[in-house]
C-alpha cells in the first residue's frame, strides 16, 4: 500500500510541477525589458467595431458611446451592434445614434452567429475586424492605437489589454486579479518571448477579410474564442499584443455569477482540448510552437484549482510523511511567486487581503464545476451586466 501511495505522490507532483513551471516562466519572462511602441500610421485603415449584444439593455449605450468619442476619422470606421433580444426601446435609441443596427432572431442565441450574422449584413468594405463586448468600454485613443499596429508589416491579429471596469465587491476585485494574472502570463509573457498572446473573446482585432472567412467555419455555442484561437493558431497565425491599450471589462460581482462563468470556461478549455487534440503530431512535426503551447494551455489545471490543490496535497502530506510534503510545500511556494510576480503593484492593498478570504469558497465552487460541465458546452450561458453599487 505505501509504494502504491509513493507512486501516485510522485505521479501528482509531476503533473502539478510542469503546471507551476510553466506558470513561473512565463511570469518571470514579463519582467523582461518593455515591448517597443508602434510608430504612428501613416494611413487610416477601415475598421468595423462589432459588438455582440444578447439582452445588454442596461450597458450597451455607454460602449456605443466610447466608441462615437474615438479620436479617429469617422468616415473610418463603423460601429456595429448586433442586438438579440434587446428591448424594442433599446433598438429605437440605438437606431437614432450614427451606427449600423443589425437586429437578429435566433431561437438559440450564440455570439458566432452574431457575428456571423452581421458580417453577411455589412458587407466587406472593411480593412479590420474588432470585437468587443457590449460591457467594455474603450478610451478615445484606442482606434489610433491599433491602427498604428497594423501599419507594421505582417500584423493581421491583435489582443488588446483587457482591464476591469469596476471594483465594485469582493468578487469583482478577485476577477480583477485573476485577469491581470492572465494577461501577464498568457500575453505579456508570452509576447515578450515571442509566442502569440492569448486571445481572450474582446478588445481584439483581425484581419477582416481573415476574420469573416475563419468565422463562417466556427459554429461554436460557448467559448468561441477558443475555438476560434486554436483554428488559427494551427494554420500558423500570429497573435500580437497591445499591453498599454486598455479595454475596460465588467467583472463579475457575486458568487454565482462567477461560477456560471467558469463553468462555461471550463466546458469549453475540455471541449477544445478533445476537438484539438488530433492535431498536435502534424503541429509538432510543423514545428507550430504556438498551436502547442496553447493546446497545453487546454490541457494545464485552471490556476484557482491549481493553487488549492497543492496546497491541501502539501498539507495532507505534512500529516501523513513529512518528507514527502517537504516537495509539495516547494512547487507550491514557486506557484505563489508565479502568481505574485504577475499580480500588479496597484492591486496590493489590504482591501485585496480582505478579498482573499473568499478563495476557499470560490475554490470549492470551481472544484464542483468539474462535475457540472456536462452539456454546458452545447447550450449558451448568458452573464447578465450592469453594475450595482457596493453595499
Known amino acids: 500500500m505505501e509504494q502504491i501511495l509513493l507512486i501516485l505522490d510522485w505521479v501528482l507532483y509531476v503533473l502539478f510541477a510542469i503546471n507551476i513551471l510553466y506558470l513561473l516562466v512565463y511570469s518571470l519572462a514579463s519582467l523582461r525589458r518593455d515591448m517597443p511602441v508602434p510608430p504612428p500610421a501613416t494611413r487610416y485603415k ?3 467595431i462589432l459588438i455582440p449584444a444578447y439582452r445588454e439593455d442596461v450597458v450597451i449605450h455607454e460602449c456605443v458611446r466610447s466608441c462615437l468619442d474615438q479620436d479617429y476619422p469617422v468616415d473610418q470606421f463603423d460601429i456595429v451592434v448586433i ?3 434587446m428591448k424594442p426601446e433599446t433598438n ?28 453577411a449584413t455589412i458587407g466587406d468594405d472593411y480593412d479590420v475586424a474588432l470585437i468587443l463586448d457590449a460591457d467594455n468600454v474603450i478610451p478615445y485613443t484606442y482606434l489610433n492605437d491599433v491602427n498604428d499596429l497594423y501599419a507594421c508589416s505582417g500584423v493581421e491579429i491583435v489582443q488588446t ?7 465594485n465587491s469582493d468578487m469583482a476585485l478577485l476577477d480583477a486579479m485573476s485577469e ?13 518571448l515571442g509566442m502569440s498572446a492569448a486571445l481572450i473573446g474582446s478588445g481584439m482585432a483581425f484581419r477582416y477579410d ?3 472567412d475563419t468565422m463562417a467555419n466556427i459554429k461554436a455555442v460557448g467559448g468561441f474564442d477558443r475555438e476560434l484561437e486554436l483554428t488559427l493558431l494551427y494554420q500558423g497565425k500570429h497573435f500580437h499584443y497591445l499591453p498599454e491599450t486598455f479595454v475596460f471589462d465588467e467583472k463579475v460581482q457575486n458568487t454565482n455569477d ?5 463553468r462555461r470556461w471550463l466546458s469549453a478549455q475540455w471541449h477544445y482540448c478533445r476537438v484539438f487534440a488530433r492535431y498536435l503530431f502534424k503541429a509538432i512535426a510543423a514545428r507550430n510552437w504556438d498551436f502547442c503551447d496553447k493546446l497545453f494551455q487546454q490541457l494545464s489545471i485552471p490556476r484557482l484549482l491549481l493553487l488549492g490543490f497543492t496546497f491541501f496535497l ?3 502530506c505534512s500529516f501523513y510523511n513529512f518528507y514527502w510534503s517537504i516537495k509539495w510545500w516547494g512547487i507550491f511556494l514557486l506557484l505563489v511567486v508565479a502568481l505574485l510576480t504577475a499580480v500588479p503593484r496597484r492591486f496590493c492593498t489590504s482591501r485585496l487581503a480582505m478579498a482573499f478570504q473568499k478563495l476557499p469558497y470560490t475554490f470549492w465552487l470551481m472544484a464542483t464545476n468539474i462535475f457540472k460541465l456536462r452539456g454546458a458546452n452545447k447550450r449558451f450561458i448568458h452573464t447578465s451586466h450592469g453594475i450595482t453599487k457596493q453595499k
Open 314 to 316: 502539501a498539507f495532507i
Open 161 to 167: 489589454h483587457r482591464v476591469a471596469k469596476n471594483l
Open 210 to 212: 481573415l476574420f469573416r
Open 83 to 85: 442586438s438579440d433580444h
Open 180 to 192: 491581470e494574472i492572465n494577461n501577464t502570463i498568457f500575453r505579456l509573457g508570452h509576447a515578450k
Open 92 to 119: 429605437a435609441s440605438l437606431s437614432a445614434l450614427p451606427i449600423r443596427l443589425v437586429e437578429v432572431h435566433f431561437e438559440h442565441s450564440t455570439k458566432s452567429k452574431a457575428l456571423n450574422a452581421a458580417m
Open 46 to 48: 477601415r475598421f468595423a
Open 258 to 262: 462567477f461560477s456560471r462563468q467558469r
